[in-house]
């Protein structure tokens, strides 16, 4: 079963959790000086229009016109109930997932992608620069990019650029730049840290040009609540009054922010991270104040971290491999209002290819952590004889990771 | 906009269009006796229901329920206007098409798979083979055996096997063997032709074990009309009365038959096919009997046909390198019903780019056939001034077929 919205019923307003915080938000500081940056500090890099949304006070923030139009290219996204993995299962528990891999670059991305292009060209800047990692960030920018005639600027990890080709074509292919990093080493094999040394440095040298990021910061969550406001609706029309449950992958927080953050205020509705038992940020991190990127060069944030210079083993899920957590995530879950759980990739892709046989649909590895804790989830559901609606994000296809698959399949994966 | 349908709005019938033809269609003849074949000569390959399903004679064919459920888990599929490619074309053409990219397998073909899947296990079936190229068909096939618990075994062309891995591990994921053909000669590239006759044989010396057509047959073609079924509908929805012409590309004629063979009884609507110069059976091949196969191994159809031996150049959309096309969209053309013409994929490449960059998704190269035909039909509606409602089938995505993309991009392709 399937619950479908028009594309009128696109929420038009984003859902501002900062208010419905348990505690309030450390401030970012200063790299150098060690204290709150103020707006200034991030104009070289940033719309005002974003600046204002880090720190925004309104319970709702209005989703422009021209944001709305293009998000309703595949906006609202379904929400399906998976019911043949509840009868493979044989639980008593009904699970609806939110599916984000219907986006034309194939996850929730494009969800603050589009608000980030849209604020920048409004605000008369000509071209965005940013990191990308295995790609996924990257192809969703430079989609959003085009839509708003913006020109994009990549930085894509080298090790990356050169063995995975096919979501660098997908930038190509909407128009974007694509360069390896660090583009002063060619035999540097890169890493996120040096390609956002190389997109923070173009943007603060160039007037025409702002930085964009894809994950952490408030506003980037914000955008990503479309997620949740339109699942709530839809489980209404499911006939479902509110989830037990929701749960989404971790790595820097967007996508599990998009579907969970809207349910904060419902104090009986657990929500749940699931992060990779190699990157453990939120299990096994500390809560402290450390830098966003490799080299220090960011302001400080307030989250759970595994220290800035932390080198995560190259598991298939790349989108979860980050030393840190978005600031609102860590807030939710020092504050016990979310619960984390990590799963190695071994027992990530058994459930990922459980779905597939069940649900016909191959999930991205990062996609495949939420489906490990929602096999084990309705697992308990039966165990305990108890009726329960989990919610779940699915944020992107796998079909640019079948890598990953072909790895599993034949016994060529690691942990 | 996009119009959807809820999943209890999928058509409880396929349209058959036989006795809607202009004329009788020819019968197909045996290899050897070069007699009409009859239903004992097939039962070795095809289930009975399938059989009947090529000569039946009723307006209309029920959908079983157990075919409808599985459909349900990505059907109905949307309507899309493509509005920011009218826009920037400047044309007063109303363009909308048909995304069946949104299944699974990410094409029309799991439509037929799923049925036939279906009628091969009610009949005791255990196990079905199977030939693929690039291996959409055989991912679809792959994908509808895992959902009925039927083995699927696939002769995969050599060359794809070992040069496009991706479908191969689509088709292992969901459960499938996939082994490279020609199974007896490990220095042999491979073609469509070898891979036929290893499934082929395959199937006609097990008792447990049936073929599978994704293609060409008529009971293939009626599986697909659900495309056009639903489209009737949704363009009602959109405030259209009828589309004025309907357009597919065509390999086998699968997916231009989904959606064009329900609106053959409206005379006022033009149905045209477009196909590759390079492998042009509708608009240079000779309509007479020839074989399916290479091998000259399956019955001999009437159809256009380029020769049975034609050996197409290796282009991008491999799902349109056939050397004949299905009888029923031969008939069309040669009584004058449906128009077919053909592109370089040159020029349907500069038009799938141009689709990327305005309605943001990347379609399959055979698809991109059909794109570039609705450009030229909205700018020549624009140089004569005139209102034309154009619909087309959106048979698949890109995304496996990037290399397509980086080979036009950087001035690889030939033609």
Redesign the interface.
């Known amino acids: 079963?399937?619950w479908?919205l028009?594309?009128d019923r696109l929420p038009d307003a984003w859902f501002n959790v900062l208010p419905h915080l348990p505690a309030p938000l450390d401030p970012p500081l200063h790299p150098a000086t060690r204290q709150p940056v103020g707006p200034d500090d991030l104009a070289p890099l940033f719309p005002m229009a974003l600046i204002a949304q880090e720190v925004a006070a309104e319970p709702w923030v209005d989703i422009p016109g021209p944001v709305a139009d293009?998000l309703?290219?595949?906006r609202p996204t379904p929400l399906v109930r998976a019911r043949?993995l509840e009868e493979v299962l044989g639980t008593p528990a009904r699970i609806y997932y939110k599916d984000e891999s219907?986006s034309?670059p194939?996850s929730h991305k494009p969800n603050t992608a589009v608000a980030q292009a849209f604020y920048n060209k409004e605000e008369g800047i000509a071209r965005l620069s940013t990191e990308t990692g295995a790609g996924q960030w990257g192809s969703a920018l430079s989609?959003a990019c085009?839509?708003f005639g913006l020109e994009c600027h990549v930085y894509m990890v080298r090790a990356s650029f050169e063995q995975k080709?096919?979501r660098r074509?997908?930038i190509?292919?909407?128009?974007g730049d694509v360069v390896p990093s660090p583009v002063d080493d060619p035999d540097h094999p890169g890493s996120l840290g040096t390609a956002i040394s190389d997109a923070v440095r173009d943007a603060a040298t160039r007037d025409d040009t702002h930085y964009s990021l894809g994950s952490v910061l408030n506003h980037v969550l914000l955008h990503q609540t479309v997620i949740g406001l339109e699942a709530k609706e839809q489980l209404m029309l499911a006939g479902e009054e509110r989830p037990d449950v929701v749960i989404g992958s971790c790595g820097g927080g967007s996508n599990l922010a998009g579907i969970s953050l809207p349910f904060v205020p419902d104090a009986g509705v657990r929500l749940v991270a699931v992060e990779p038992s190699s990157c453990p940020t939120l299990t096994g991190g500390r809560f402290d104040y450390d830098f966003g990127d490799t080299a220090g060069m960011t302001p400080l944030l307030s989250m759970y971290t595994l220290g800035h210079d932390f080198v995560p083993p190259p598991i298939h899920a790349g989108g979860l491999r980050y030393h840190g957590d978005a600031p609102i995530i860590s807030n939710l879950v020092n504050n016990g209002r979310m619960e984390a759980m990590a799963y190695p990739q071994g027992k990530v892709f058994e459930a990922a290819?459980q779905w597939?046989?069940t649900?016909?649909?191959?999930p991205a590895p990062e996609t495949s952590h939420a489906v490990r804790a929602v096999v084990d989830e309705a697992l308990a559901a039966k165990e305990e004889g108890a009726d329960r609606v989990i919610l779940f994000n699915y944020s992107g296809h796998g079909?640019?990771d079948?890598?990953a698959?072909?790895d599993y399949?034949h016994d060529r994966l690691d942990g």
Chains 1, 2 share one sequence.
Request: a positive charge; proline letters at 11%.
């Open positions: 079963m399937r479908t028009p594309p293009v309703r290219l595949w043949r219907v034309p194939g989609f085009q839509l080709p096919y074509v997908m190509e292919t909407w128009g290819v597939a046989r649900q016909g649909t191959i079909l640019l079948l890598q698959y072909d399949l």
